[in-house]
C-alpha cells in the first residue's frame, strides 16, 4: 500500500482517514467516507484500484470533469478512461474494448449510462474490482445538488453482490449523510467522517464600503494567482468583470446567461491557468477540480452557510494557504431581503430567511470564524485561537463606541428621522456638500462633531446599530434610519455598545495570503512557467502537470537528481519519467546562475 502510494502517487504519508478506507476497499467491505474538499477522496479509491484485479467503475455526474479526472489518473501512470456521450462512437468502442479485455483500472461514467440495460449487461461481462459513487450527496433530495438520476444507483448492490461499493461526499450534513446509507443500502459499511476544518484556508470579513477598489487591492496583492469573485447578480457579474478587465486584470465572467460556448470557453482558460479570475455567479463551482485556486472572494453575501462553506472550498485544494475574504455590510441585507421575499413557496422564504440570518451572524460575530463554521457543522474546534481568520490573528477588537453612538443617535433625532446613512455620516464629519447646506444642517449641533474619524468609521457604526438593533432601516429605494427603544437607552448611557474594530490592518487591505513563502519565489515562476509550457503541449490543466505544492516544495528544496525529485512530494516513478529531465535541468541552471 505505501509502496504504492510512494511509487505511483509520489506521495510519503497518507492524509487522514484515506488509509482506513483503502483498507477497508481492499478487504472489499463498502465504505462511505464524508471528506471535505481537497481531503484527497480520488486517492481513496484510485489507489485500491491500482492494487486490485479488475476495473473499478466511478460514478460521477460531471462529464465536463471526467476528462481531467482521467487526466490526472493517467499522468500517474494509472489505466484510466471514460464513457459519456462527448465521445464519438468509435472512440466509445475502444474503451469498451478495453474494459472487455481487462485493460482498465478505471472507468469514469455518468450516472445515466448505468441505468441503459446494455451497458449492465456489459458490466455483467467484466471483473468489477469495486463501483465508487463520487458526489454521494446527489442521491439525496435534501441535498443542494439532487441528481434523480442517482436514485438508479440504489440497484448497485443487488446487482453487483459481491462487488464492494464505495460512496465519496464532501457534504457535511448529518441528514444527507444518512440519506445516503438509506438510499445506497450499503452493506456493513466503514463510515468515515473526516474533520471539516479546513486548516490552510484563510477566512477574513472585511467591512464592505467600496467594493470595487477592494477587490482591486485584493487582485493586487496577490498578482497572477488564480481566485474566484462570487457575486449575487448576473448583471453584477458582468460590471465586475468588466471593470477588472478594464483594470488590465486578467478577469472573465460566468454566469447562466452567458451561452454554452461563452460560460464553458471562460471555464477553460481559468483552469489552464489563462485568466486569473473569474467572477461569477453560485453557477460557477461545481464540476471545478482545480487544485491551485489561491483566493476566494465573496463581494456578496452568500446564500447559507453551507453554501458558504462549499463555495470557499473551493480555494486551496492542493493544501497550500489560500485566503477566503467575505465583504459584508448590513446594507446588503435588504437586497437579500428583496430576493427572498418574491419566493412563492412559503416553506422555501423560510428556510431562505434562517439560511441569511446565520450567515449574518457568521459575519457579524467576533468569535473565530473556524470555530463558528465547525460548529455549524457540528463539530467542535477545541483551539482557542485558529491563527488563521481575522478575528484569532488578531486584528480586531472589540472597542467600547458609545459616546460615538449617541453622536449618530442624536444626528438622527435632530434631522427627525428623515434621513439615510450617507447623510448621518455627513453630518457628523462636518462635510459642506449641497444637500447639508441646503437643508442647513452645518448648523446643527452634531455637525461636524465626528471630524476626528472618516466617514467609513461612522458608516461603519451604522451599520453595528443597524446590526445591534439600536436603529432601523426603513424599506425602498432611498432608505432613512430611525431609532428602536434601545436607542432610549444609549442616549441615557443606560447600555453601552461595543464595536468589532480592525486594527493594524490598513484601510480595505485583505489578510496576507502567503503567511510566510519559505520557498524561492523567483524559481517557483519558473517552475510554473515550464509546467504551463508542458500542460499545453500534452493539452492537460497545468495542476494534472504538478500541483503547486509540489512546485513549492521543489523551490523549496532544489533537487539536483531523479532520487531527490522523488522525495518531492506529488512526483511518483511516471512523472519522474515523463517531465523529471525538463524541471531537474531548469533547477539546475537556475542554481548555477545563482551560485548555489
Ligand atoms: P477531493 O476530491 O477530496 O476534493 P482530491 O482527491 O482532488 O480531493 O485531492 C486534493 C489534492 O490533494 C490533490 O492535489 C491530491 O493530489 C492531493 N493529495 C491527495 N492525497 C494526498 C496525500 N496523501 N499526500 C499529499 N497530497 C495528497
Ligand atoms: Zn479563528
Redesign the pocket.
Known sequence: MLNTLRKVFG?H???PN?ESVVRSLLKKQDVLAI?P???????CYQLPAVLLPGTCMVISPLIALMKDQVDGARSNGIRAAFLNSSQSPDERDEVMHNLLSNSLDLLYVAPERFILSHFRETLSRVQLSMAVIDEAHCISEWGHDFRPDYLSLSDLVTLFPHTPVAAFT?TATHTVQQDILDKLALRHPLIVRASFDRPNLIYDVCFKDKADAQMIALLKSNPGKAGIIYRTSRKSVSDTAAMLQAKGFRALPYHAGLSDTERKRNQEAFIRDEADVIVATIAFGMGI?K?NIRFVIHADLPKSIENYYQETGRAG???EPAACTLLFSQGDIPKMRFFIDAMPDDAERQRALTALSKVVAFASTSVCRRRTLLDYFGETYPPDNCNSCDICLGTRRLVDCTLQAQMVLSAIVRTEERFGAGHIADILTGSQNKKILDFGHDRLKTYGVGKHHDKKYWRQLIDELLAQKVIQKSEGLYPILFLLPKAGRILKREERIDMVRVLDKKKGQPLPIEISAPYDSQLFELLRSLRKQIADEQGIPPYVVF?DRTLHDMAANLPRTAEAMLTV??VGEIKLERYGRQFLRLIDRYCSDHHS
Open positions: 506521495f504519508e497518507f492524509r484515506q471528506m474538499t481537497g481531503g484527497g477522496k480520488s486517492l464532501a477540480d487544485s485544494r492542493d493544501g500541483s512530494s506529488g
